[in-house]
């Protein structure tokens, strides 16, 4: 069974960085886009990031294009997003998520399943 476990939520002030992490087991991913998605408060879910598992290519919301990074360590079978020069509209909980490569729309949002717990960004202005 897939599990995503996400870690590395916390309060900072804006401008400021965060790290978030997922780590993943129950099955091999090498055929399996990571994302990253969020949701505010009244919002719907978002997508912020994905990565095909090899890290050849990376694909990103326009809102957070320059200022975070989605990446991964595949012997530890963990994605990373790299939050920086965060804003106060960042705030969400942030998900990680995953979808097989022969689906349509991984690179933007589509076609994902088996999800994280999600973990809570919180950015201060």
């Known amino acids: 069974q897939v599990q995503l476990v996400e870690s590395g939520g916390g309060l900072v002030q804006a401008g400021g960085s965060l790290r978030l992490s997922c780590a993943a087991s129950g099955r091999t991913f090498s055929s399996y886009f990571m994302g990253w998605f969020r949701q505010a408060p009244g919002k719907e879910r978002e997508f912020v990031a994905a990565?095909?598992?090899?890290?050849?290519?990376?694909y990103y919301t326009d809102s957070v294009k320059g200022r975070f990074t989605i990446s991964r360590d595949n012997a530890k079978n963990t994605v990373y997003l790299q939050m920086n020069s965060l804003k106060p509209e960042d705030t969400a909980v942030y998900y990680c998520?995953?979808?097989?490569?022969?689906?349509?729309?991984?690179?933007?949002?589509?076609?994902?399943?088996?999800w994280g717990q999600g973990t809570q960004v919180t950015v201060s202005s």
């Open positions: 998520a995953v979808c097989p490569n022969y689906r349509l729309g991984c690179s933007d949002g589509r076609g994902y399943d088996y």
């Open positions: 990565t095909t598992w090899s890290g050849g290519s990376t």
